[in-house]
């Protein structure tokens, strides 16, 4: 009892002392709907429709506008033009994103491409993924390996005949194993074994999403962040280092072995001497 009185006394107490101690007045900030003190911008059709919704504040506050979430604040585009601006224009100077505090995890948020800084390192990560995954060239190289894993389905659904098979768990498998053969040659996915699957690459990748949906009161008052009272950053972390324990032992064999003749993902980044860290960061975002 005094354990929950306490977690409620600090949800209460820290986001007030934030907003008096840290609160600013920044300038030149675009207009926005009236925000609440620490509760920020209410919006009760957002989350239903949030296109709608957003369309409907543009014709009032224009094409940029400010929401606040919480203490933070949110500068929403909500033209093409003005898209065009934040995306093409000035995206240097805003290609800063926003990183929910539940995926920064030590040893792995520093490496990831999704959100890393816009670093020199991120630069040369994102011209390997243009180049080695999404390239014309390696799309058309990897034909044969898509043909092969659909046609692995279409064997499973035809073995199937008559019985009841629940339709997207095989095509989330079928995807799942042909991102496993451009990677690192491996499938991840097995037609026949549904409860290894759910204990394997297809349910870790579930929870992760599950944990990414959680409401996080940390990225609303970020003095919240350190504690990680609702446990997200710690689940997610525990995913995390299973996921790459699923992959460690490959990258060791491959590493060990010196043989680079599978012309993988995994081989590209062990070439580019990529580190161990480096590298389940980087296979992590390949899901």
Same mark, same amino acid.
């Given at each position: 009892?005094?354990?929950?009185?306490?977690?409620?006394?600090?949800?209460f107490i820290v986001p007030i002392v934030y907003f008096i101690l840290i609160k600013r007045s920044p300038k030149n900030l675009p207009p926005g709907p009236p925000a609440w003190p620490l509760i920020g911008t +209410?919006?009760?059709k957002l989350k239903k429709?949030?296109?709608?919704?957003?369309?409907?504040?543009a014709r009032t506050y224009g094409p940029l506008m400010l929401l606040k979430f919480g203490v933070e604040p949110v500068v929403v585009a909500s033209t093409q033009d003005a898209a065009m601006q934040v995306l093409k224009t000035h995206d240097r100077i805003l290609s800063g994103r926003f990183a929910p505090h539940s995926v920064r995890i030590k040893g792995y948020f520093e490496h990831s491409m999704v959100w890393a800084d816009c670093t020199d390192y991120w630069k040369?990560?994102?011209?390997?993924?243009?180049t080695e995954l999404f390239s014309t060239k390696m799309l058309d190289a990897q034909a044969?390996?898509?043909?092969r894993k659909v046609g692995e389905l279409m064997g499973f659904l035809r073995r199937k005949e008559g019985e009841v098979v629940r339709?997207?768990?095989?095509?989330?498998?079928?995807?799942?194993?042909? +991102?496993?053969s451009v990677v690192f040659n491996n499938d991840v996915y097995d037609y026949d074994d549904e409860i290894d699957n759910e204990k394997g690459m297809k349910g870790m990748i579930r929870q992760l999403m599950v944990l990414a949906a959680i409401p996080n009161l940390a990225d609303l008052y970020p003095l919240l962040g350190s504690s990680d009272f609702q446990g997200l950053r710690k689940a997610s972390a525990e995913c995390v280092t299973r996921m790459n324990e699923s992959w460690s032992k490959i990258v060791r064999e491959r590493r060990e072995s010196g043989d680079h003749s599978r012309n993988d993902f995994l081989d590209v980044l062990i070439q580019q001497n990529f580190s161990d860290p480096q590298i389940d960061a980087l296979l992590l975002v390949s899901y």
């Open positions: 009892m005094a354990a929950v009185l306490a977690t409620l006394l600090l949800l +209410l919006l009760p429709q949030p296109h709608l919704e957003l369309s409907k504040l040369m990560v994102r011209k390997i993924w243009r044969g390996i898509r043909e339709f997207a768990d095989v095509i989330f498998g079928c995807i799942l194993n042909i +991102l496993g």
